[in-house]
């Protein structure tokens, strides 16, 4: 059997162009199957959860249909039972017949001598699913104002202002590691200057070192003097420098 999925990828590779879809496309795939892992697992026990996971892959990733033919026989030989044999009929059965009551998968009324039918629901379309994957993209809409805190002595916001300047030190440029960098801030201490995400900028151990007491604008044009950073990128670290100092003076004034 041709994996649906499979299939696709092999296609859009081979053409470089977005195959056509049947059902899913890759990417509606792997979102489905996130929100089956991520939230239709708190709704399910284990043994129909993983029926879902099989019957969710064979519908999708394999045939491209949300309507199936299964042999309940066929999902048991993927799984094995606590003596290390395949899951027993009945075992598989029950676990289907819970999808079923639960209304994540529909059983088409049978026909003699023919092979039970399931419609396989996505994710998205389980009630329950729906309301969990709303409440996480409303937590996620909901603004944090973290404008105030500590960035210097907090290791995990640490690491924010080195992603902010894509690993890399400001003056410079040069790239720097997690487990090396240091923190300058933009407004002394000794100034009054706050812990803030605005007031700090990450560096390299040499600029760290050479800068000292220099203030940024001229240790900066120092660097590009040295031929360390081209004019290009001293005039786009010197635009950043400006923006930061005016948005850490909004935050202090209270604008």
């Known amino acids: 059997m041709q994996n649906y999925i499979k299939h696709k990828i092999e296609e859009l590779i081979k053409t470089g162009k977005e195959p056509q879809?049947?059902?899913?496309?890759?990417?509606?795939?792997?979102?489905?199957?996130?929100?089956?892992?991520?939230?239709?697992?708190?709704?399910?026990?284990?043994?129909?959860?993983?029926?879902?996971?099989?019957?969710?892959?064979?519908?999708?990733?394999?045939?491209?249909?949300?309507?199936?033919t299964v042999k309940l026989s066929e999902l048991g030989e993927n799984l094995l039972s606590d003596l290390g044999q395949p899951m027993s009929h009945?075992?598989?059965?029950?676990?289907?017949?819970?999808?079923?009551?639960?209304?994540?998968?529909?059983?088409?009324?049978?026909?003699?001598?023919?092979?039970?039918?399931?419609?396989?629901?996505?994710?998205?379309?389980?009630?329950?699913?729906?309301?969990?994957?709303?409440?996480?993209?409303?937590?996620?809409?909901?603004?944090?104002?973290?404008?105030?805190?500590?960035?210097?002595?907090?290791?995990?916001?640490?690491?924010?202002?080195?992603?902010?300047?894509?690993?890399?030190?400001?003056?410079?440029?040069?790239?720097?590691?997690?487990?090396?960098?240091?923190?300058?801030?933009?407004?002394?201490?000794t100034k009054g200057g706050q812990n803030y995400k605005t007031n700090l900028v990450a560096s390299c151990r040499t600029c760290n070192t050479k800068k000292n007491a220099t203030e940024q604008e001229e240790f900066l044009l120092q660097v590009y003097r040295r031929g360390l950073i081209t004019q290009e990128e001293y005039q786009g670290q010197k635009e950043k420098l400006v923006k930061l100092k005016e948005e850490y003076n909004q935050i202090e004034s209270g604008i």
């Not at 879809?21 to 709704?43: N, V």
């Not at 009324?109 to 039970?116: A, D, E, L, R, V």
């Not at 202002?161 to 590691?177: A, G, H, M, S």
């Open 90 to 189: 009945d075992v598989v059965k029950r676990g289907v017949n819970d999808l079923v009551r639960l209304r994540i998968i529909e059983k088409r009324p049978p026909k003699p001598g023919q092979i039970n039918e399931y419609e396989v629901k996505l994710p998205s379309e389980i009630r329950e699913v729906k309301e969990m994957i709303k409440k996480s993209e409303e937590k996620t809409d909901e603004f944090v104002d973290d404008s105030k805190d500590d960035f210097y002595t907090d290791p995990q916001k640490r690491i924010e202002i080195l992603k902010r300047e894509d690993y890399k030190c400001f003056y410079c440029l040069r790239e720097i590691q997690r487990d090396d960098f240091y923190l300058d801030h933009l407004l002394p201490r």
């Open 21 to 68: 879809y049947e059902s899913l496309s890759a990417i509606e795939f792997l979102t489905e199957f996130d929100y089956a892992t991520k939230y239709l697992s708190r709704l399910l026990k284990v043994r129909p959860f993983v029926m879902y996971i099989l019957l969710f892959k064979r519908a999708y990733f394999e045939e491209g249909k949300r309507t199936i």
